[in-house]
């Protein structure tokens, strides 16, 4: 919120005139745009707005790196001795794990994550006129909250000076991407991409798969290792003999990884089972703070499998933002000042209309 | 009575916004309580069912049902891939949305001055209901 700088709605800047269409249908020549041109907030878009991106990318081409060098290494070194010695199985495992790693992380970086698109300028001004405002407009008015009651439990819903809205229910507004997205996990910078309603599923699956990537390129390097020495020569030996010592950077890494990702694993898993977000865990949003007062999560539906069912295999919610479509000449022309239009004893009526 | 003016074209003298009811938590449910500005152009009933029926829309779009967990779990199975060639359930009943949006526009509003949005245009907030400046009407 500090970056928002509060401005009032103009009035006058509402509902174009129907003098002024003429204008604009002059400009019907020019190249129809697509709406992901024109979207406020900091994303960057691909493909012709098929593919959505922060815009900083943070650091998913080291995710994708790692991911990508740890598994050749894998397939290049340590396959070919345990088909031999082991099974086949071996490197079949690994590559459909690693297929399924990474469609899960470009699906994850690559969604819409339930982005909610801004209030129009009529919408805004509608609620505006809700508020009870006291001061003149030069001053900010105080933050503004409402109260409603979300299954018998007072909730809190802010409102949003970026988007000019009450923020819905679960919805955080992320100051890396300026967006406000529905049911806001977190902003994941190795993803390179927030984690909310849409793509939260997508995540869970990235990394409860890396998980068992891991452990099963780190257990197969072990396996490797182990057999290598077992045939009488002793384990240092054994390392300096495997191709250019690569199985020992595998296992760097991947004892590392196993670490974060394993933790990261059991953390959401426990998020998925009480329906909760990263944000409101973190937040204590609904924690009983005070003893007397009993305080639960709203939307739990206080049953472990119908959390994880409601979360990971629910019906998948569409795109709000439809970058995809195509911008109508009224809305192509965002910022019409006043003077422009002709709006004479029309602007007086529309002011008598919003006042009573 | 407020004099009637003749416009080239429809004017719009306000827009009314309809907000989402969260009492069943994020489930997309809209308000139905009837808005004063609408009293004059509108039955309150004819309204109200229309409301009505856009929220039992909604609500069969995001049913947790036997049909929306073997989606979901297919899903999962091929990775998510299946998303990229199939169309959601909550699309297909989106596309109901919208002819049932059209119709009830074609068939109720617009004869009455006014001018329902699709939610979706607004990215399921708000119901905008547009009401036009009263042409010259011959009754």
């Known amino acids: 919120m500090r970056n928002c700088e509060y401005q009032q709605i103009d009035p006058l800047a509402l509902s174009v005139a129907p003098a002024s269409v003429q204008n604009l249908t002059d400009k019907k020549a020019e190249r129809l745009r697509r709406k992901w041109e024109v979207f406020p907030g900091k994303n960057r878009f691909f493909c012709d707005g098929r593919v959505i991106v922060a815009r900083q990318s943070g650091v998913l081409p080291l995710t994708l790196g790692l991911i990508v060098v740890t598994c050749g290494l894998f397939f290049a070194f340590d396959c070919p001795f345990l088909v031999e010695h082991l099974t086949v199985f071996i490197p079949v495992i690994g590559g459909v794990l690693f297929v399924f790693v990474v469609l899960s992380l470009l699906r994850t970086s690559f969604t819409d994550p339930g982005i909610l698109p801004r209030a129009t300028l009529d919408e805004a001004a509608d609620i505006e006129k809700q508020i009870d405002t006291s001061g003149s407009s030069s001053y900010r008015p105080p933050p503004r909250t409402k109260e409603i009651l979300i299954n018998q439990q007072v909730v809190k819903l802010k409102y949003c000076f970026t988007c000019k809205m009450f923020r819905p229910p679960r919805t955080s507004h992320c100051s890396l991407c300026d967006n406000c997205v529905e049911r806001f996990d977190h902003h994941c910078p190795w993803v390179g991409n927030c984690v909310g309603k849409r793509n939260y599923r997508f995540f869970y699956s990235f990394i409860i798969s890396l998980s068992f990537l891991t452990s099963f390129i780190f257990g197969c390097v072990i396996a490797h290792i182990t057999l290598r020495s077992q045939s009488g020569k002793s384990l240092i030996q054994a390392i300096q003999e495997s191709p250019a010592r690569y199985p020992l950077m595998e296992l760097v890494i991947c004892f590392f990884s196993i670490w974060s990702i394993l933790g990261l694993s059991g953390f959401h898993t426990y998020l998925v089972a009480s329906n909760l977000t990263t944000n409101e865990d973190i937040k204590g949003s609904w924690s009983s703070k005070r003893g007397a007062e009993e305080s639960g999560n709203p939307y739990t539906y206080n049953s472990i499998l119908a959390n994880c069912c409601v979360t990971l295999c629910g019906p998948m919610p569409p795109s709000l933002i439809d970058r995809r479509g195509f911008l109508s000449p009224e809305e192509s022309v965002p910022t019409v000042s006043a003077s422009e239009i002709e709006v004479p004893s029309f602007a007086a009526k529309n002011d008598a209309n919003m006042v009573g | ?139």
């Open chain 2, 1 to 139: 009575m407020r004099p009637f003016k003749l416009w080239q074209q429809a004017a719009i003298a306000a827009k009314v916004f309809i907000q989402r009811d969260y009492t069943n938590g994020t489930v997309c449910q809209f308000q139905t309580k009837f808005p004063s500005e609408l009293e004059t152009r509108i039955d309150k009933q004819q309204f109200e069912e229309t409301v009505r029926m856009l929220n039992n829309l909604y609500a069969e779009a995001e049913k947790l049902g036997s049909h929306s967990y073997i989606e979901g779990c297919l899903a999962c199975l091929t990775a998510y891939t299946v998303f990229l060639c199939m169309e959601t359930h909550y699309e297909k009943v989106l596309k109901k949305i919208a002819k049932y949006v059209q119709e009830q526009n074609d068939k109720v509003y617009a004869p009455r001055g006014l001018l329902l949005t699709d939610p979706i245009e607004r990215g399921l907030r708000v119901i905008e209901v547009t009401i036009f400046e009263e042409r010259s009407l011959t009754r």
